[in-house]
């Protein structure tokens, strides 16, 4: 029987062949061929093997720093204007110090009307700690808190803000100073610069400061 087209419908001028039709049918059967043969994702999972390996790897000096740090409102003094914003107790945060190898446990409890979270910037460490929402974990909703605990692995200073909209700017952040245990130097002062809240941006009338703070 010669290979005549169908009749093709107004609304579509494509003429498909009783051939066309047959490769369709069959490309579908080896699409789901091959899908059978795919092997299922290994997905890794915070309380998976490949996590507690590595996590058992960094070893670590056994030694537990504990903070608590609360995200809430709070009222800047600029140059005797009061502005309302948000903050971990102060502009910039107290510093958390600890040594190369301890644990840092952080309770961050959030006092806002928005969801929250503390992202640890620049530090290598296990994914569901790293405080990106929706990312690497769920938002702190307000009301809520979330427990951080993790082994830093190398000294250092760094900073921790949180990865939710502008509330970096806003004054939520704050130095982690990661001391090693190796220095052999001593030093007559030691300084972490202070972020200067440089200008009240264009929306301060709405109660939020701007501030000049590096990404």
Not at 125 to 132: A, Q
Not at 141 to 154: D, N
Not at 183 to 206: H, M
Request: hydrophobic share 40%.
């Amino acid at each position: 029987m010669p290979d005549r087209p169908l009749s093709p419908t107004p609304s579509s001028p494509m003429l498909l062949t009783r051939r066309g039709v047959l490769g369709l049918g069959l490309g579908a059967v080896a699409a789901a061929v091959l899908a059978s043969c795919t092997p299922a994702p290994q997905w890794v999972t915070p309380t998976g093997a490949a996590v507690s390996g590595t996590e058992k790897n960094r070893g670590g000096t056994g030694r537990v720093t504990t903070v608590d740090l609360t995200a809430a409102p709070t009222t800047l003094d600029l140059a005797g204007t009061s502005a309302a914003t948000w903050a971990f107790g102060g502009i910039p945060a107290p510093v958390i110090r600890l040594t190369a190898g301890d644990t840092l446990k952080a309770t961050v409890r959030n006092q806002l009307d928005a969801d929250t979270s503390v992202h640890w910037h620049g530090l290598a460490l296990r994914n569901d700690m790293d405080g990106v929402p929706p990312v690497t974990q769920a938002p702190i909703a307000p009301g809520g808190q979330f427990a951080y605990e993790f082994v830093t692995p190398h000294p250092g200073t760094y900073w921790f803000h949180p990865h939710v909209g502008p509330q970096l700017d806003h004054g939520l952040y704050g130095a982690l100073i990661i001391d090693d245990p190796d220095e052999k130097v001593t030093w007559d002062d030691e300084c972490v610069p202070r972020q200067v809240v440089g200008r009240v941006s264009s929306i301060s009338k709405l109660g939020v400061v701007g501030s000049a703070v590096p990404a």
